[in-house]
C-alpha cells in the first residue's frame, strides 16, 4: 500500500481514480505494471462507463478486474435465504408439472439439508 488518501471531492469514479493516478505517477510506477485491480462490487468502484474500472482500463487495458468473491457469496447466500423464506411462507400453493401436484413444502426440502 502506497498511501491512504482521503477523496475530499465527491466519492465518484473519477475522482477515485485521480487519486490512485497521482499516487502511481507520484512514485514512478507505470501503470502497465499494475496487473489486478481488486474492489468491493460497488458501482462507483466496477462500473464499465464511470466507475474506477472504467477509466484503469483506458491506462492499463491488460488489467484484470476482480471483484469481491466474499461480497458475492455474501449476496447468493442472502437472496437464497430470502427464497427459501418465500417458500415456506408461501400459502400452499401448488405446482402442476406433467400432471403432478408439487407442494410448496416439497420443493423447500431439499433447500432445508443445504442449511444443516
Known sequence: MLSLRKCSLASTGENIFNILDNE????????HNCLCFAADNASVMTWKVKGVAAFLTKKAPAVY?????????????????????LLRTAKPATYKHHHTQVS????SAPLDSLSQ
Not at 65 to 85: R, Y
Not at 104 to 107: E, G, M
Request: glycine share 10%; hydrophobic share 45%.
Open 104 to 107: 410448496a413444502s416439497t420443493v
Open 24 to 31: 502511481l505517477v507520484g512514485h514512478k510506477i507505470p501503470w
Open 65 to 85: 478486474l476482480l471483484g469481491c468473491a466474499c461480497h458475492l457469496i455474501h449476496l447468493a447466500a442472502g437472496k437464497a435465504e430470502h427464497s427459501q423464506e
